[in-house]
């Protein structure tokens, strides 16, 4: 049997001022919101003045985030297996806030759903880019870790799950949904929500941040794995985004589309530009002081 060396009654305790175990507080604190007691009357009554064109672009958004998070809902246990085996014991911690709030938005955009009526079959708005990223290339960088636990899998998987699905697509989302809805001043009750999911989400993509630097920081090659990720998955972005658009000069809501798409491009930078600031460093307390959230 493997030999077990226990932390919290050991002399190191629980490291209280490391990143991670920072973040679990603040999860704890904030992350405590529940879908349940969003009120969703005022959205049910705005539903009905939208047109057509409005109605199926909201439906396109909210179907693509109902699957998105059941996805991550899904596919974020062999992450967190992998944390734990290496006895991570405070990023696992946090880690156990994370999965709780995924489940909590797919709760969340189902909810939404059902209170405008909408309760048919909604998978024709998930385009074949749609599909290949959450159908197959999530899924299997995450099932790739259940085997493969090395610092190169673990990398490519966050990169794909908390760079790219949370840090680039989920957050052009949220922004498409206040270009929407906020201008429009309406549907209340699914704006509170987006604006929970945000600030949860701004902690996973914190988390993610956190890890790539440490693996970077510990495995200084893992940032070319990380950049070459980050390229391959790039152009998915920008296809998703065009079929979104689907060759508009003006949104159901008036907004321009192209800003969506800059929105994007300044994401895809952003989230390297971070990342890069750790390359070539190996202090621990680099990584914590780097973390913005
Ligand atoms: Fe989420
Ligand atoms: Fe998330």
Excluded at 15 to 26: A, C, G, H, M, T
Aim: glycine residues 6%; charged residues 25%.
């Amino acid at each position: 049997m493997e030999k077990r060396t226990i932390l919290t009654t050991s002399s190191r305790g629980l490291l209280e001022d490391s990143f991670p175990y920072r973040l679990y507080q603040k999860a704890k604190r904030q992350g405590t919101w529940n879908p349940a007691d969003i009120d969703f009357t005022q959205d049910q009554k705005d539903w009905q003045t939208l047109n057509a064109e409005q109605r199926e672009d909201i439906l396109q958004l909210i179907s693509q985030f109902q699957a998105g998070e059941e996805a991550v809902t899904l596919d974020l246990l062999p992450l967190i297996m992998a944390i734990a085996k290496e006895g991570r014991l405070e990023e696992e911690m946090f880690l156990t806030t994370f999965l709780f709030e995924e489940a909590k938005h797919t709760e969340f955009f189902r909810r939404v759903l059902n209170a405008i009526g909408e309760t048919g079959d909604l998978s024709h708005f998930h385009s074949d880019t749609y599909k290949q990223i959450f159908y197959e290339i999530l899924p299997a960088a995450m099932e790739r870790l259940v085997t493969d636990q090395s610092p190169e899998a673990i990398a490519e998987a966050s990169v794909v799950y908390n760079m790219f699905v949370e840090g680039v697509l989920a957050e052009t989302g949220y922004f498409s949904f206040y270009a929407s809805l906020e201008s429009a001043g309406i549907m209340p009750g699914l704006l509170e929500g987006i604006g929970n999911l945000k600030r949860d989400e701004s902690r996973h993509i914190g988390y993610g941040t956190f890890l790539l630097q440490r693996l970077i920081c510990e495995h200084p090659h893992l940032y070319e794995v990380v950049v070459a990720k980050m390229g391959e998955l790039a152009p998915l972005a920008i296809r998703i985004n065009q079929e979104g658009i689907d060759n508009k000069e003006i949104s159901s809501f008036g907004g321009n589309p192209e800003e969506v798409m800059n929105f994007t491009m300044k994401q895809l930078s952003v989230r390297m530009e971070v990342l890069a600031r750790a390359k070539g460093k190996k202090s621990k307390r680099f990584i914590e002081s780097q973390i913005v959230n």
